[in-house]
């Protein structure tokens, strides 16, 4: 069964950084990602990450963010730079077995195979 599992999230205030951890109990995927949703508000893709390493960004946070992975680690990671206020909700780290080149695209995903619990992400100003 697979599992993934956030760390990382915390209160921060704006213009600050944190990086955000997902450990996976297997690598094998063909796309990863980062997820997000604010209270009230429908969740969107911020980052993938496809199985060649190319990272595609929505672009509320392009040049903020930056998804990346340790394969030998079995490790996701999203570095969340310069925090905004509208940056606030939960994270949720993301993998499928099927989504691969083109289609592992944040701006186009709408959902993957397997979702970790998430993790709270609140930026104060």
């Known amino acids: 069964q697979v599992q993934l599992v956030e760390s990382g999230g915390t209160s921060v205030q704006a213009g600050g950084s944190l990086r955000l951890s997902c450990a996976a109990s297997e690598f094998t995927f063909t796309c990863m990602g980062w997820f997000r949703q604010a209270q009230g508000k429908g969740r969107e893709a911020v980052a993938t990450?496809?199985?060649?390493?190319?990272?595609v960004y929505i672009d509320s946070v392009k040049g903020r963010f930056t998804i990346s992975k340790d394969n030998a680690e079995n490790t996701l990671y999203l570095q969340m730079n310069d925090l905004k206020p509208e940056d606030t909700a939960t994270y949720y780290c993301?993998?499928?077995?099927?989504?691969?080149?083109?289609?592992?695209?944040?701006?186009?995903?709408?959902?993957?195979?397997?979702w970790g619990k998430g993790t709270l992400v609140a930026i104060s100003s």
């Open positions: 990450i496809d199985s060649d390493g190319n990272a």
């Open positions: 993301t993998a499928d077995s099927f989504l691969a080149g083109r289609y592992c695209d944040a701006p186009r995903v709408t959902n993957m195979d397997y």
